[in-house]
C-alpha cells in the first residue's frame, strides 16, 4: 500500500490562494462602485445647479413679463418687490424679484427696467440674477 498519495496539505495553499484572489476581486469591485456613485452624486449635483439656473433665468423673464405689462396699463408704474412663497415654486424654496424703473443715464428721457431675481433667498445654495432693457421714454399723452 505504497501508492502515491498526494497528502491532504498540498491543497491549503491552493485555498488560501483562491481566498486572496477573492479578497482581491472584491476590493477592485468595491473601488469601482464607489467611483460610480462618485460620478453619479456629481451628476446629480449638476443637475441640481441647471434646474436651479433654469428656474432662476424663469422667474427673471417673469419679473420682465409682469414689468412690461404693469408699464403697458400705467406708463408711470417705477416698480415693486414680488415675494414667491415655497408653496407657489412647488417646495423648491422662496424667490424675491425686485422690479425697478431707472432714469437711463446714457439717454435723455429714457427709462431702463431692471429686475433682480433671487431665487432660494436665505439658503447657502441662493442665486441671482438681473435683467436689464431699455425703454423708451414716456411720451405725453
Do not use: C, F
Not at 491532504?8 to 481566498?19: D, E, I, M, Y
Not at 441647471?50 to 424663469?58: A, N, Y
Request: charged share 25%.
Amino acid at each position: 500500500m505504497n501508492g502515491h498519495r498526494t497528502p491532504a496539505r498540498q491543497h491549503g495553499p491552493r485555498r488560501g490562494l483562491v481566498s486572496v484572489a477573492m479578497l482581491v476581486g472584491l476590493i477592485i469591485l468595491g473601488v469601482v462602485a464607489g467611483s460610480l456613485l462618485k460620478a453619479g452624486l456629481a451628476r446629480r449635483s449638476l443637475a441640481k445647479m441647471e434646474e436651479q439656473r433654469l428656474q432662476l433665468e424663469l422667474l427673471a423673464d417673469s419679473g420682465v413679463g409682469r414689468a412690461l405689462a404693469r408699464l403697458e396699463a400705467d406708463p408711470r408704474y417705477d416698480g415693486e418687490t414680488w415675494e414667491i412663497s415655497n408653496d407657489d415654486l412647488a417646495g423648491r424654496g422662496t424667490a424675491k424679484l425686485e422690479i425697478s424703473i431707472k432714469p437711463d443715464p446714457d439717454r435723455t428721457g429714457g427709462r431702463l427696467l431692471v429686475v433682480v431675481a433671487d431665487y432660494r433667498v436665505g439658503s447657502t445654495n441662493s442665486a441671482r440674477q438681473t435683467r436689464t432693457l431699455r425703454l423708451p421714454p414716456i411720451t405725453p399723452s
